[in-house]
């Protein structure tokens, strides 16, 4: 068979091969992409249009001052993340990010628990000045002065 | 006074990068001929000028030269000395020099060993070469000057990010960047070729030591970054599919793929388009990366720092080299005559689904890593994260590692499985067996029960290229890949047990209690302040036990302050075995609940097999290595013996 094949023929049949297998893998990522990609809420966001309970999600805003509560395991915590219109009360066990205190903006990584409590699996702080999540860039040049007056 | 000299020196081997280039360019035409000559030693004072001006800037940073604007910014006079020199290039204008540094003293390296190539392809490749490295010298001249003076000068600089103070720092970035920058070789010589349309195994055999090089430093820049990562963060992972760790993800990918189809030109002069093809995309890569790292565009740890205009620098810079190239590749492509035929079931051809499937996962890396940007775009702020890329790259990869244990065996041009499959009764077998027993076990999601099994049978695969050979004959080259196919096999195996088998325990103890953690019985015996050179910490002492008869080991996991700048870190403290690694993080302090005594914050994990994971990326690196070495050792000595001919010639009179 092979000694058939023309040389110009074989360089067709390897091009093609290569591009139909390249184009199957970009579709199958568009098509992995729109169901696995995490969108990021804020509470006002999450309270209007919860998404499904099993789709992980991030959930950004501030951390409402006195309502970070650590439960009697000692490492569960409970608070409340609010961007000055809604309110979203998180759970997370595990230890916290140094920066994480109340007043302070946060990014939550995790799933919409059926009860309305955001249950996260991971949490970003204000790693220093440096980092900071992009999403919380544009809020707290926008509503953080205003969010954290609210929430004082 | 050294900060000058170091832009002076940075000023002229752009000056020299240009006088490169224009010289290279003119000295292919007939009229030019005579600047040719010029070329090569320009190359190599070039680098050496780079190298002054990378000197001048470790410099500033050991003595902490605080009228420097960089070192004010980013160092402290606290800081011990071995980090001062590694936070040189722990910020964004210092890692931009490192790169220029690499890739001007690369250029100058190829100068000076590489006689090979046809002299015009010579040209071609080293005009090329400076082509590129001026586009970054002017980015770093104009848009990051690593020298600009601070005017008052501060009484104390602001120091180096925490997380960037460690051990790591001095030497994954410098490797990573030998491998990112190493790859600007290929591409020039990819670019040289299509110049003077000179594809054929003469220059497969010149381009392969340097593809090899670079492949060597990413893999082991990787490995070491990954175990960085997993030591320093303290979130027990040790990849993230983070931009940046994709960002050398997919160079890797491009150059592991180049390395094998350059093996298939070099010996059989087949797949010459597709060769300079993964030349040009090998250092695309490369470049896409530094532009989603450097630019801030992407949120990341590794983003220094966010400034639009060297965002914006950084695209058009990408533009003019990856759509230069790729147009030069389009005009050209069709002109580099086919190569040699072989059949479906040969060498080449397990070679070339190799790299077809290796591109099939760089681009789902790819789409992955910028999918937040397109969607950002459309008004929407997504993240992709392990759903996506876990998943999506398994189903290439999977078939790649299967065709990796026959493709070996295979004879060149044209063979057939009946010839082979008597050999891979054995993989098959253990294939089977390590299915039963890991489902004995049970415990094992999908995907890291394919790993295991598939660890399995490659591991034996792997060796048989060595059957029935003498050992002592088999050549290095031929060791390296086995080593490194090996490597993948021990790797593979150490990803699939601990992402199968880790366990995790977050608990609050009082001093004095104990926990369990898989077969690891862990005591808080008590947490005491301590204090280092630029920081203070709190100090967990654990007493450790493997079982129920195991020596007591003492473990020092640290919740660490730094003061300059302000910042906490936790030093995980780990303890390896020879079946697993034990992995402790102290928390902060939880608060006393009803009954009295402090209670501390512990995060627990134990990864059984976890060090196979970077024992086997070393293992690939060690087998690149020896594969460089043999081809090496072959070159020198065909020049010996080419001398040899020729001094016999002389001696004789002829």
Known sequence: MAGTVKAKHQRLVLLAIALVVLVAAVLLSAWALRNQASYFYVPSDIVARPPEPDRAVRLGGMVEKGSLKTAADGVTIHFVVSDGKAHVPVVFRGIVPSLFVEGSGVVAEGKMGTSGTFVADNLLAKHDENYVPREMQNMTRAQAKQVVAETQ | ?654
């Not at chain 2, 059989?268 to 532009?291: E, K, N, P, Y």
């Not at chain 2, 953690?517 to 302040?529: A, I, Q, T, Y």
């Not at chain 2, 990864?607 to 293992?619: D, N, Q, R, S, Y």
Request: charged share 15%.
């Open chain 2, 1 to 654: 006074m050294i900060a000058e000299l170091g832009l002076a020196a940075l000023w002229l081997a752009a000056a020299l990068a240009a006088l490169q280039l224009v010289a290279g360019v003119l000295g292919l035409t007939v009229r030019g001929a005579s600047l040719g000559d010029a070329v090569r030693p320009v190359a190599i004072v070039q680098g050496l000028l780079a190298l002054l001006a990378f000197a001048c800037l470790v410099y500033v940073f050991a003595v902490t030269d605080l009228s420097v604007k960089l070192v004010a910014l980013n160092s402290h006079s606290m800081k011990p000395l071995i980090y001062k020199i590694a936070g040189t290039w722990g910020n964004h204008e210092g890692s931009m020099l490192l790169w220029v540094t690499v890739m001007g003293l690369g250029g100058g390296f190829v100068a000076l060993v590489e006689r090979r190539l046809p002299e015009r392809t010579m040209l071609a490749t080293l005009a090329g070469q400076a082509f590129v490295s001026l586009g970054f010298y002017g980015f770093l001249l104009i848009a990051s000057n690593p020298f600009e003076r601070l005017s008052p000068v501060p009484a104390e600089g602001n120091g180096l990010n925490p997380l960037l103070q460690d051990l790591g720092l001095a030497f994954h970035p410098p490797t990573l960047y030998l491998g990112y920058v190493g790859l600007s070789i290929a591409f020039s010589f990819a670019i040289g070729a299509l110049v003077t349309r000179e594809v054929g195994p003469a220059f497969a055999r010149a381009m392969r030591p340097w593809v090899l090089g670079a492949w060597i430093f990413l893999t082991i820049g990787i490995t070491a970054g990954s175990y960085w990562a997993y030591y320093e963060l303290g979130w027990g992972g040790w990849w993230f599919w983070d931009p940046v760790e994709n960002a050398s993800l997919m160079p890797w990918l491009a150059a592991t793929a180049l390395l094998h189809s350059v093996s298939v030109l070099a010996s059989r002069d087949a797949l010459r388009a597709w060769t300079i093809m993964l030349g040009v995309i090998a250092f695309s890569m490369s470049m896409i990366g530094t532009f989603l790292v450097r630019s801030g565009i992407l949120t990341s740890v590794h983003a220094f720092a966010v400034d639009p205009q060297r965002g914006t620098f950084i695209l058009v810079l990408l533009a003019i080299y990856i759509g230069g190239a790729l147009a030069l590749f389009g005009l050209r492509a069709g002109t580099v005559a086919e190569g040699e035929r072989f059949a479906p079931v040969s060498r080449e051809a397990a070679l070339v689904f190799n790299n077809v499937m290796l591109c099939a996962i760089l681009g789902i890396v790819l789409f992955g890593t910028l999918y937040p940007l397109l969607a950002e775009a459309m008004g929407a702020k997504v993240s992709v994260g392990p759903p996506y890329f876990n998943p999506m790259s398994a189903l290439f990869a999977v078939p790649m590692l299967v065709v990796l244990m026959v493709g070996p065996l295979l004879r060149w041009r044209r063979d057939t499985f009946a010839r082979v499959g008597r050999l891979l009764v054995i993989p098959a077998m253990l294939v089977i067996a390590a299915g039963i027993l890991v489902v004995v076990i049970g415990g094992a999601p999908l995907l890291p029960f394919i790993g295991l099994v598939l660890a399995a049978g490659l591991a034996w695969a792997s060796v048989l290229p060595l059957k029935g050979r003498n050992l002592r004959r088999v050549p290095l080259p031929v060791w390296g890949m086995v080593i490194a196919h090996f490597g993948i096999a021990v790797s593979l195996f150490g990803m699939s047990s601990e992402s199968a088998f880790s366990i995790e325990k977050l608990v609050a103890l009082r001093a004095g209690e104990v926990t369990q953690v898989g077969p690891w019985d862990v005591k808080l015996d008590s947490v005491e302040p301590v204090a280092g050179p630029n920081w203070t910490a709190l100090e967990a002492r654990l007493l450790v036990r493997y079982g129920d008869d195991g020596k007591v080991t003492q473990m020092l996991p640290q919740a660490r302050g730094f003061w300059a700048p302000p910042q906490q870190t936790s030093e995980s403290a780990l303890l390896t075995r020879w079946n697993g690694q034990l992995y402790t993080v102290l928390g902060g302090e939880a608060p006393a609940a009803r009954q009295a005594g402090d209670r501390w914050q512990l995060r627990l994990w134990w990864k059984p097999f976890a060090p196979l994971i970077w024992g086997g990326g070393l293992l690939i690196a060690l087998g690149g290595v020896l594969a460089l070495l043999g081809r090496a050792a072959a070159d020198l000595k065909r020049i010996s013996v080419k001398d040899k001919i020729a001094s016999r010639r002389e001696r004789q009179g002829r």
